[in-house]
């Protein structure tokens, strides 16, 4: 699994502590305390490697040497949180490089009652900040997407086709598209963040589902966590069924 999927605490900390925690892990980047920064990795990955371990890759890997830095603004949603930082770097392995100047809106996420920042591999998995995203079309996206669950939910694959994206049609039949989704009896869901940028959108979902064939009652409910696709094409949200169109 992976950060997004962790135990989450219920009651997430307050802007004032990621604040703190964002001070403290930006002084130990600076100051490369790698024992201080390991604390900063996410509990599973704790478990996983060593302070010692930690130390050692960092002083061998890290490629940047940070120069100075300076936190600017952060945003709060939930169990989500955004820090955006302007700083400059060098390349380790290159010190005769001019150094450069950034500015970064660094991804954090709430696990059993605090802040750590959300490992680079697993950026994906989180939305973006708020100041990057169109707010008020994720409302709109959220509604349209509640259409979708209820087309699932009672089974009406014919509706939940007509809700894909137009261009996409000519790649699936219905009955291909019918018979794919109808393998489970959907129970539940749980909507964790929308994100929209410009035309596209993504969803991350849970779904609660068993499996619809009549042999295999007896097997227990799945969640089941994905990011779904959507895309606007003349004003209206679609489920993105093939991704990257030419």
Partial sequence: GNAAAEKIGSTPPNASRLSQRAEAYWKARGTESWDDLYQFQPPRLQVTTTVEQYRQWATAEEPFLLKEWSIKDQFC???????????????????????????????????????????????????????ARDTDAERVLRARFEGTWAARKNRDWSALYEWSDPRDLDTISLEQFADSESRFIYLAMEIHWVEVKGDFGRIRVTYAHKPADPNMTKMPMQKVSSIEHWVRVDGQWYRDLVQNKG
Avoid at 82 to 95: C, E, I, K, N, Q
Avoid at 98 to 125: C, F, I, M, N, S
């Fill in 77 to 131: 949603e939930g169990t989500f949180g955004w820090v955006r930082v302007d700083y400059t770097a060098s390349l380790r392995r290159f010190p005769n490089l001019p150094p450069k100047a950034k500015t970064h809106w660094q991804r954090w996420v709430a696990l059993e009652g605090e802040w750590y920042p959300v490992p680079q591999t697993e950026l994906d998995d989180f939305p973006d900040t708020p100041a």
